[in-house]
């Protein structure tokens, strides 16, 4: 991995901080995508220390803003020809109905559109790989438990009929129809997939989410497998020569082909969630994609 270049989204935690770690020791260069500049560097040089790895960057990146998500691409752009591997990783789960700073439903904004963003604002350097670029995407196996309600993207149902589990399923099954999509678009310049990383113990339903979810979630933490561990089908998406002509499929934490649920497989609807989201975010979109 020592000539690679990887951007990790939400690397400073959780399992973004062990997929860095991993693919730090062997070599990568990486690139700690974070909205918390302090957190971001503190691991970037604790990383250092484990590994010996000198070659890892901070870029601050705030998934709830577009302009945040654009400048960070120009950062990236200006100073790094290629993108080797982008990891769409960083997530937030919360009970209650929040707005990113261009208007959308947080999880929603951040899980999907961010990335979306992000994706598109990274394609010069992620083209310049020249087919061996890949693209992960982070969803979970919570996907299958919800549909697309176009009608709820903005909140517009309101804080009373706000239901966090449901939003946070939406968002992660977008992940899934983004990944379908984005291989049927650019699947000849790039491979993608997604992936469930397990149920993991990281503090995901500990920052935002209500008092009752968070208690739980800490009790049921103990009988959750390790970030670490969580990271492994990260890290194998990444860096495994078995996949690098697999594209826009969907992997379990075992490393294993799941298939998505039927919703995740309709074509019409990724199509139609591409185009929704392309022109979200299209006042912060160039020529690139
Ligand atoms: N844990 C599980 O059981 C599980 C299961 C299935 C899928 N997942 C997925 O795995 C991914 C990683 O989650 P995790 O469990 O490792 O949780 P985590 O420890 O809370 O890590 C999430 C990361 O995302 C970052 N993040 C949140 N909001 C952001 C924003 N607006 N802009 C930029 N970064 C932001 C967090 O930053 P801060 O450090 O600043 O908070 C953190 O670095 C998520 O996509 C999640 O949906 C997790």
């Known amino acids: 991995m020592k000539d690679k270049t990887i951007l990790i989204t939400g690397a400073n ?53 577009f302009s945040s998500i654009r400048a960070a691409a120009d950062e990236f752009l200006a100073e790094h020809p290629k993108l080797d591997v982008l990891i769409n990783n960083a997530g937030c789960y919360t009970d209650s109905l929040e707005l990113t700073e261009d208007g959308y439903e947080l999880q929603f904004g951040v899980n999907h559109l961010g990335h979306f963003l992000l994706t598109m604002a990274l394609m010069p350097a992620i083209r310049c790989c020249r087919l061996c670029s890949r693209v992960i995407n982070v969803s979970s196996a919570l996907h299958k438990k919800s ?43 790039l491979t993608t997939n997604c992936l469930h990383p397990g149920v993991v113990g990281t503090r995901l339903a500990n920052k935002k989410a209500g008092t009752l979810t968070s208690a739980v979630w800490s009790m049921y933490k103990p009988f959750a497998i390790t970030p670490m561990k969580g990271a492994d089908t990260s ?32 074509e019409q609807l990724a199509r139609r969630l591409w185009e929704y989201s392309e022109q979200a975010v299209a006042g912060f979109l160039r020529e690139e994609a």
């Open 13 to 65: 935690d959780g399992i973004g901080r062990a997929t860095a770690e991993r693919l730090a020791g062997w070599g990568a260069h990486l690139v700690l995508a974070c909205r918390d500049e302090v957190k971001a560097q503190l691991t970037a040089q604790a990383i250092t220390e484990k590994t010996g790895n000198q070659n890892i960057d901070t870029l601050p990146l705030d998934l709830a803003s």
């Open 147 to 189: 549909g697309l309600d176009f009608g709820s993207f903005k909140g517009e149902h309101g804080p009373k009929a706000y239901n966090g589990s449901k939003h946070y399923a939406q968002s992660k099954l977008a992940n899934v129809l983004f990944t379908m999509e984005l291989d049927r678009r650019f699947g000849e310049e």
């Open 235 to 266: 890290v194998y998406l990444a860096a495994s020569p078995e996949v690098k002509d697999v594209s826009g499929r969907y992997f379990d934490e075992n490393q294993c082909l799941q298939k998505p649920s039927s919703i995740a497989r309709n």
